[in-house]
């Protein structure tokens, strides 16, 4: 199987707008490197919108791990679980592919 879309979401709280439909079934990978936790979120909404009511928690990273996710519109990464404004440690990184 050909991946079709490769994506490393910005760890600085770049929001990622998904080129696919919203229920795009999609697999994240987290390379976590020991020491910098990553808060993947998602949101249906304005992703300009750092309100973390406009966003829902889809997955803290605590390791290094891949997953399969059901792709919002918009994904946005934090190194913080209330804050969508802090930045991930460039040694952690979360990959998302779709197709």
Known sequence: MALTRLHQLANDNTPHIANSPAGTRAVVHCKHDTSNDAYLYGSLIDPDST??????LIEHFTASTI?????????????????????VNSGTT???SYG
Do not use: H, M, Q
């Open 51 to 56: 309100t973390i009511a406009d966003w829902v």
């Open 67 to 87: 997953k399969e996710i059901t792709l919002p519109n918009f994904l946005i990464l934090s190194a913080n679980g209330t804050d969508l404004t802090t930045d």
């Open 94 to 96: 979360v990959r998302i």
